[in-house]
């Protein structure tokens, strides 16, 4: 008797990967839900997630967004603000840390953020929290003034959403010592810093990553009983690593902890799924190839499979691959949509 006599072609590496081609791979077995395009789909997370917003719309599903602008901006304008970037401007959400912090704020169990910055090479200020907002602001009290518009919109999206994604994207981060706020992005790259004396650098470990996106669902749920959460995790590679070991090790062992987290997280419960964007992109299959030259911006076709994969088992639609031959025509239209904004990419241009 050989245990694995019974087991689907999916559980052996010969027939679901080697014997593929690697557009016929499809890693995902089934799903704990299915999405409707009348379901609000609301989007946080790093760079990576927009690529699901720029998909979800082009499909014609309802991405929900609850910050939205002022009539009088040309959509180029509001491009540049970041308005529809994600579902409310609150930019690149890198770490579970920093999710859990702007949903306590939002709500009212944090006091809304004094972090302030004087914007680097200007007299303008920007949101510490939001630095590349693509909006700057004469004094102070005007950030102040635009931040609590904002977390009224991330109110709305928390009690809004049916469908709540999360890609996980770094466990590196820094930390205000005078506010204990986790930023997104290190001090100095978007302002002047004289000194790093008033931050703290911190590599957020298995326990921490773990409670503060287990407490920001807890705060979902809590106001929205009925959402549903899908966490992915981001394939793009560390831009750099503050520890003092190789950017290889670094990525390695932020990708496999957040990987762990997300799966850890989705097991507890029927109403969190994991989608494996991650495995898609960066599985030995591909030879590399769906990554560009540089090896950590990920190639329009790979993000095209991740999302035909993505559609086909979450779409209340049937749905099936797109021809191979096709895939080329359709990459140029894809591409025209992609401009991704990715706060990270400041830290290495030096």
Known sequence: MNPFNDLA???????AISSKSKFEVDPVISTKFKITKEQKICTAGSCFAQNLAIALKKEGYNYHVTEVADNSLSPEEQRKKSYGTFSARYGNVYTTMQLYEIFKEAIGELPVS?????????????DALRPNLGE????KDQVIKSRIAHLKCVEKVIKESDIFVFTLGLTESWISKESNRTLPIAPGVYNFEESLKNYEFKNLDYQTTF??????IEILRKLNPSIKIILTVSP???????????????????????????????????????FPSYEIITGSYTYSSYFKNDLREVEE?????????????????????IEVNDRNNDIQKFEDDSEIICDEEEIDRL
């Open 236 to 274: 793009v590679p560390l831009i750099a690593t503050y520890e003092k070991r190789h950017v290889l090790v670094s990525n390695t062992y932020s990708k496999s902890l957040l990987r762990i987290v997300a799966s850890d997280i989705a097991d507890k419960h029927d109403f969190i799924d994991y």
């Open 301 to 321: 076709l790979g993000i095209k499979h991740v999302m035909e994969v993505f559609l086909k088992h979450y779409s209340s639609d049937t749905r099936e691959y």
């Open 9 to 15: 072609d999916s559980n052996f590496w010969r027939r």
């Open 136 to 139: 700057v602001f004469e004094d």
């Open 211 to 216: 409670y503060a996106l287990d407490e920001s």
């Open 114 to 126: 004094n972090l302030v910055w004087r914007e680097k090479d200007s007299k303008n200020y920007i």
